[in-house]
């Protein structure tokens, strides 16, 4: 066994002992059904060895996690014109908030609050009916994570389409300064659409590598998008992929990373390895409470936090 895979399965283990999980999200009905009691972790390294531990395998609802994958598709649909429309500060605020939105004009403070992704969606759908879009999107996961049974959960999406009132009043008010281009419905149906795919950590950790690893697909060599691109996404990860919680992260982790409410993240040692954690219960600000305590000592033991030892 090689000290990656020693590492990943004894942290599942100690992870799987812990009394403090945390508390599932409830503000969307169907994800307050979810077990707490789950754990997962996989680590795909620069050769594409695969190291699994606890539940690798089984799919939960990505949420904002989505939101590293629609801002890679938008960049590449219209570059950085996308800029123009939201910017790369940390908020420094909860990852739905409004209060921001309105000093900076209907601007999104960056691609992964809430009002940014909303954003970043309308970019995608630009021209396209809402289906089409979705299909771009989850055709794009199948593509990276290299599984075409990667899908949506409809449940989840009506859920929160039925209880999205906060993410309507966002949309409706980034429309009100001029900054969504399409009907507010069909840009919030996709974006509760995209937010509902459902991964396992080791899809989740297959679609990540090409943020590990400078752009391109290991196993088949193929660039998805340029070194630059995945740099500068890596570094937007860091400073905003949880929230006001980011800062805590590099703290104590030390890795780009993109959390859900669904209790993922997805973690990238750069040139290292493409990390998925999952742990359904979250912390005050949103973030999967174990998942970060598992990624905080697998880059401990391993060695990975980018500031050094
Ligand atoms: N932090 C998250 O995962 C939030 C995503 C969720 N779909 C929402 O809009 O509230």
């Given at each position: 066994m090689s000290a990656i895979e020693q590492v990943v399965r004894e942290i599942a283990e100690e992870m799987r002992e812990r009394p403090d999980r945390g508390d599932v999200?409830?503000?969307?009905?169907?994800?307050?059904?979810?077990?707490?009691?789950?754990?997962?972790?996989?680590?795909?390294?620069?050769?594409?060895?695969?190291?699994?531990?606890?539940?690798?395998?089984?799919?939960?609802s990505i949420q904002s996690i989505s939101k590293v994958f629609t801002l890679t598709l938008a960049l590449g649909r219209v570059g950085d014109r996308l800029w123009e429309r939201v910017g790369r500060e940390p908020s420094g605020s909860p990852f739905n908030s409004v209060v921001q939105l309105e000093y900076e004009r209907g601007r999104p403070r960056n691609p992964f609050i809430n009002a940014g992704a909303i954003a970043v969606t309308d970019l995608i759908l630009s021209g396209h009916q809402p289906r089409e879009a979705l299909g771009d999107i989850l055709r794009f996961m199948q593509f990276l994570a290299e599984d075409s049974s990667i899908a949506i959960d409809e449940a989840v999406a009506a859920s929160e389409q039925r209880t999205g009132f906060r993410n309507a009043a966002l949309a409706n008010y980034m429309k009100s300064f001029g900054v969504l281009d399409n009907p507010v419905d069909y840009t919030l149906g996709v974006y509760f659409h995209h937010?509902?795919?459902?991964?396992?950590?080791?899809?989740?950790?297959?679609?990540?590598?090409?943020?590990?690893?400078?752009?391109?697909?290991?196993?088949?060599?193929?660039?998805?998008?340029?070194?630059?691109?995945?740099?500068?996404?890596?570094?937007?990860?860091?400073?905003?992929?949880?929230?006001?919680?980011?800062?805590?992260?590099?703290?104590?982790?030390?890795?780009?990373?993109?959390?859900?409410?669904?209790?993922?993240?997805?973690?990238?040692?750069?040139?290292?390895?493409?990390?998925?954690?999952?742990?359904?219960?979250?912390?005050?600000?949103?973030?999967?409470?174990?998942?970060?305590?598992?990624?905080?000592?697998?880059?401990?033991?391993?060695?990975?936090s980018i500031f050094g030892a």
């Amino acid at each position: 066994m090689s000290a990656i895979e020693q590492v990943v399965r004894e942290i599942a283990e100690e992870m799987r002992e812990r009394p403090d999980r945390g508390d599932v999200a409830s503000y969307i009905p169907e994800l307050a059904r979810v077990d707490a009691g789950q754990f997962g972790l996989v680590v795909i390294d620069a050769d594409d060895n695969v190291a699994v531990g606890g539940d690798a395998d089984v799919p939960f609802s990505i949420q904002s996690i989505s939101k590293v994958f629609t801002l890679t598709l938008a960049l590449g649909r219209v570059g950085d014109r996308l800029w123009e429309r939201v910017g790369r500060e940390p908020s420094g605020s909860p990852f739905n908030s409004v209060v921001q939105l309105e000093y900076e004009r209907g601007r999104p403070r960056n691609p992964f609050i809430n009002a940014g992704a909303i954003a970043v969606t309308d970019l995608i759908l630009s021209g396209h009916q809402p289906r089409e879009a979705l299909g771009d999107i989850l055709r794009f996961m199948q593509f990276l994570a290299e599984d075409s049974s990667i899908a949506i959960d409809e449940a989840v999406a009506a859920s929160e389409q039925r209880t999205g009132f906060r993410n309507a009043a966002l949309a409706n008010y980034m429309k009100s300064f001029g900054v969504l281009d399409n009907p507010v419905d069909y840009t919030l149906g996709v974006y509760f659409h995209h937010c509902a795919i459902a991964m396992s950590c080791r899809q989740l950790a297959m679609a990540g590598r090409f943020l590990a690893y400078n752009g391109r697909n290991p196993s088949t060599g193929l660039s998805v998008v340029q070194a630059e691109r995945a740099r500068r996404i890596n570094a937007i990860m860091l400073t905003c992929g949880h929230y006001d919680g980011s800062g805590e992260f590099a703290y104590r982790v030390g890795l780009p990373g993109k959390s859900g409410v669904g209790g993922g993240i997805l973690a990238i040692a750069p040139g290292k390895a493409s990390i998925a954690v999952w742990s359904p219960g979250l912390d005050a600000n949103g973030n999967s409470h174990l998942g970060r305590v598992a990624l905080e000592a697998l880059t401990k033991r391993l060695g990975w936090s980018i500031f050094g030892a």
